[in-house]
């Protein structure tokens, strides 16, 4: 699965929509303190379902949203949709977040669980915590990482983390 289009509205620091077209290879964020790096890698994250707010350096799941400024007043929403080539063709998912209704989403236009998006990329090893997205910290996190979490991260690269998702429900049931 290959990321190629990232869509960001309303989201964190991105206040007006905006488009990136991601290249195949190595991609690489720079710029100054506080323009939206880490918040570009968040948003990825969120859209691919991630759910605790901590991972996404907030007190709640509202705070993704602008929040306004001084010159600016506060969004009702935050969007980002993604567009990724996979080996079924193109998938395009969108996840929105409104203020005091939540976050839905949607994959190729129908509305989906957040357990279908979380699938979708853990089976294509791409998911929310996936190793080919490494944000501020995360070298030095594998370095200092507990065998089983060492662990973990392998098989989110290897794709087999949605077994676990799927083994943990059956239990369940
Ligand atoms: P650094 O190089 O220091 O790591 P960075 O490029 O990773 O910086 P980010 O952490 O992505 O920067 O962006 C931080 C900015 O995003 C801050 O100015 C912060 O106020 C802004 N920000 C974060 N959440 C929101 C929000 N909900 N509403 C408005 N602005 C926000
Ligand atoms: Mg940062």
């Known amino acids: 699965m290959r990321i190629k289009k990232v869509r960001l509205a309303g989201f964190k620091s991105f206040v007006e929509p905006v488009e990136l077209l991601i290249e195949p290879?190595?991609?690489?964020?720079?710029?100054?303190?506080?323009?939206?790096?880490?918040?570009?890698?968040?948003?990825?994250?969120?859209?691919?379902?991630?759910?605790?707010?901590?991972?996404?350096?907030?007190?709640?799941?509202?705070?993704?949203?602008?929040?306004?400024?001084?010159?600016?007043?506060?969004?009702?929403?935050?969007?980002?949709?993604?567009?990724?080539?996979?080996?079924?063709?193109?998938?395009?998912?969108?996840?929105?977040?409104?203020r005091g209704a939540g976050s839905a989403y949607r994959l190729n236009g129908r509305d989906v669980r957040q357990r279908d998006v979380a699938l979708l990329f853990a089976d294509a090893a791409t998911g929310a915590h996936s190793p080919a997205l490494v944000s501020q910290g995360r070298i030095a996190a594998v370095i200092a990482a507990k065998p089983t979490e060492r662990r973990q991260m392998l098989e989110e690269a290897a794709g087999i983390a949605g077994l676990h998702v799927r083994r943990r429900e059956a239990e369940i049931k």
């Open 25 to 98: 290879g190595l991609t690489g964020v720079v710029g100054p303190n506080g323009c939206g790096k880490s918040n570009l890698l968040e948003a990825i994250r969120w859209v691919m379902g991630e759910g605790s707010p901590k991972s996404l350096r907030g007190g709640g799941m509202e705070d993704v949203i602008f929040a306004g400024t001084s010159t600016r007043p506060a969004r009702d929403f935050a969007e980002v949709s993604l567009l990724a080539e996979t080996a079924d063709g193109e998938q395009e998912v969108v996840r929105r977040i409104e």
